[in-house]
């Protein structure tokens, strides 16, 4: 539990350079390009257009904004609402021509063409020695990039997106595709074989590729796609089935991931194939429960694919390992995509798109809960206070909305409806959703006084999502309206000023407050599971875990000062509350002061007295000595254990010799010689820091009445 208070004691705001890299959903690290001389490539004003090259015209739509440079990206922003604007996150492989428009001196225009074919146009709205030296770096770039192109034509084949832009007969194509045993060539999930969730026809696939195909023929395609207003409507309306995997990977920025680490996620599953750990038998435990609806889920190639994801990542990310609940948002991804791509979009769930929620901790859902309690006040203050008053929890309901993404909530197919919306427009689309969905049941809402009728209600209403809106509407259109179609409506006109930005500032204000609670509640969840307290207060057990909770904190962040000269050893066991010796070292340096030793580092203007535990045998020995399971780590209950044994001795020399004895022998009844050589360098070391030089002489006399006691047990022998 310790382990909610570190992922968010843990949080950094996000570099300028990230909240850019977030912003175009592109890989860590990608920020401005700056050059070896270290100079930043200007981020300059631009107007962008495209020419449609079957018409030779230029489209009617063009955008002023801002156009940026980075290590492997051209990208633009319009100016203004995103939702009425332009978005570009063009890969610099994916360029295959640039040229200089002959236009007016005034004016610095740069023709794109991309791999596809598409055109755009880039008119650069700088002073000539800015556009000349954007025009240097871009032309820098490029020539990086060249062996990278090599990699394209493999890579774009596995996108469904290539398939249907190259079509020339729609329709029969499409009878094609259904056939699960058709040989196709881009990647796919488990519902090309098992099947889709919902009727086609009542979902008009076969409308929405044709609207799909001629949105992607003009505005280009997977790695090169702009998102123009017209992406948002068509998102919004639902993406048909086989498009929707790779629309997910272009707009969560997985698709680049997928890129640039070509063989990752096979090399995982074939290196790791046949091992265990706490992670993979938390897998095993959930597969079965996985979405057991859905017909995939219920044979073994299924469950075998989703086995493979969930393992790899929990090899590639092993302090995260596996959570409860990622069984059901991967498996419910692995209907639209294909392991590689699930695995890629899981990393950017959990990193990005959702950090904290698919922890051990679940600290990103609990924030997000508190976020969603706070905008249900402000905006239902009515119905905030109908639950505060009869001691209703939200939480009940909303948690699981949060965190599965409402995929076990309501009948799959529109909680993808939601998802799509999700993946496109950012986290604000949850919180929008949840609102929504209290704001239509207000007026039942209002009737009800527990929890049990609380949570009956919700599950009626997603029963029936896919009912009328207005059954007794003389208006035939406005009969046609569903549930699910008025939620949304709700949801993006009524909520839409709740934007990303919002959500991230309620963020930042609930953060602290929710790290009290929560540390507040993980003391007395694991003091209360100690099986032996011991004879420690209450009061002294938690200033026990205190010290082990920062001692945990500080071994996650330890500066490369603190760290310098120590043996690293594999991370602490944060799902147990276990720590290793490196944790150990600091754990013992708070509680003890001949373990520390104190020294001052600079910090900028600042300086802090950091402390350390030197090398010495003592340490590693008192570790081994409290860990009686020989698990290589030490649990909360092994140090209250071990603390008890000794901090109660109340000045009895004869027991503490005993003691310290006892910890040299390592079970042993009797001392060897080198091990009372050891026990006299722990004693030396104890006294290291103590004024004058009186310790010497009997540290001294204990070592040679040790050796004349062997020595005369040995002569009588």
């Known amino acids: 539990m310790s382990t909610i208070v570190h992922s968010l004691r843990d949080y950094r705001p996000p570099t300028r350079a990230q909240q850019f890299a977030y912003a175009f959903s592109l890989p860590e690290g990608e920020g401005p390009y700056v050059d070896a001389s270290g100079n930043t490539a200007e981020i300059i004003s631009a107007v962008l257009s495209l020419v449609n090259s079957d018409t030779a015209e230029t489209e009617d739509l063009v955008y002023t904004g801002r156009l940026t440079l980075t290590q492997s990206f051209l990208c633009f922003l319009s100016q203004g609402d995103y939702g009425r604007g332009c978005r570009m996150a063009l890969p610099l492989c994916a360029i295959r021509r640039v040229e200089r428009l002959h236009t007016r001196d005034t004016i610095f225009a740069l023709s794109i063409t991309v791999w596809h074919g598409m055109q755009l146009v880039l008119q650069l709205n700088a002073l000539r020695p800015s556009c000349d030296g954007f025009c240097a770096a871009l ?230 809960q508190k976020v969603f309690e706070d905008l249900v006040r402000q905006t239902m203050p009515m119905l905030h206070d109908h639950f505060v008053r009869h001691g209703m929890q939200l939480s009940v309901v909303t948690l699981p909305w949060l965190l599965s993404l409402y995929i076990n909530s309501m009948p799959m197919v529109f909680a993808f409806r939601i998802v799509d919306c999700f993946m496109a427009f950012g986290s604000r689309i949850l919180f929008q959703v949840g609102l929504a969905i209290l704001k239509i049941n207000g007026e039942e809402l209002l009737t009800v006084t527990d929890d049990g009728t609380f949570i009956s209600v919700f599950k009626s209403y997603f029963r029936s999502l896919g009912d009328s809106a207005y059954p007794a509407s003389q208006d035939p259109r406005r009969k046609q309206i569903t549930r699910f179609q008025q939620l949304l409506v709700v949801a993006f006109r009524e909520f839409g000023v709740i934007t990303n930005e919002t959500i991230n500032s309620e963020r930042r204000r609930f953060r602290e407050q929710i790290v009290e609670e929560i540390e507040s509640f993980a003391r007395r969840s694991a003091l209360r599971n100690l099986q032996d307290p011991g004879r420690f207060s209450k009061a002294q057990l938690a200033l026990i875990y205190d010290h082990i909770v920062e001692s945990i904190y500080r071994a996650r962040n330890a500066p490369p000062s603190v760290a310098a000269g120590e043996h690293v050893e594999a991370a602490p066991d944060y799902k147990e509350m276990r720590i290793d010796l490196r944790t150990f070292r600091l754990f013992l340096g708070e509680i003890a002061t001949w373990a520390r030793d104190e020294y001052v580092v600079s910090n900028g203007l600042q300086e802090r007295i950091e402390r350390r535990v030197p090398e010495n045998g003592v340490v590693p020995l008192l570790f081994n000595y409290w860990d009686r399971e020989k698990r290589g780590t030490l649990s909360l209950q092994d140090i209250v254990t071990g603390l008890d044994e000794i901090m109660f001795i109340d000045g009895d020399v004869a027991a503490a010799t005993e003691w310290f004895f006892r910890l040299h022998a390592q079970g042993n009844d009797k001392l060897s010689k080198s091990q009372v050589l050891t026990l006299s360098e722990s004693l030396l070391f104890m006294y290291r820091n103590e004024p004058g030089d009186e310790h010497l002489g009997p540290i001294s006399r204990l070592i040679t009445q040790a050796f004349e006691l062997s020595s005369a047990e040995t002569t009588n022998q």
């Open 139 to 368: 032309r820098d770039r490029l020539r990086a990039h060249l062996n990278e192109m090599k990699q394209l034509r493999p890579f774009l084949q596995t996108c469904f997106s290539e398939t249907l832009v190259g079509q020339e007969n729609n329709d029969a194509q499409q009878d094609e595709r259904e056939d699960p045993k058709a040989d196709v060539p881009y990647l796919q999930g488990l519902g090309i074989k098992f099947g889709y969730p919902g009727d086609p026809k009542k979902l008009k696939d076969k409308s929405k590729l044709r609207l799909w195909r001629d949105y992607l023929l003009v505005h280009g395609r997977n790695l090169t796609l702009l998102r123009y207003p017209q992406f948002t409507r068509l998102v919004q309306v639902g993406l048909p089935n086989q498009l929707r995997g790779e629309i997910w990977e272009v707009a969560s920025g997985s698709i680049h991931m997928r890129l640039a680490n070509p063989g990752l996620y096979q090399d995982l599953v074939t290196k790791h194939h046949g091992m265990s750990s706490v992670s993979t038998e938390e897998i095993e435990k959930d597969l079965n429960r996985s979405l057991p609806e859905y017909a995939a889920y219920q044979s073994p190639e299924g469950i075998e694919t989703l086995r493979r994801v969930l393992v790899a990542y929990s090899w590639k990310n092993r302090e995260l390992g596996y959570c409860q609940a990622m069984n059901i948002v991967v498996a419910a991804l692995l209907i639209y995509l294909s392991e590689e791509q699930c695995f890629w979009l899981l990393d950017m769930l959990c990193d990005r798109l959702l950090p904290g929620y698919y922890t051990q901790s679940m600290s990103g859902t609990l924030l997000d």
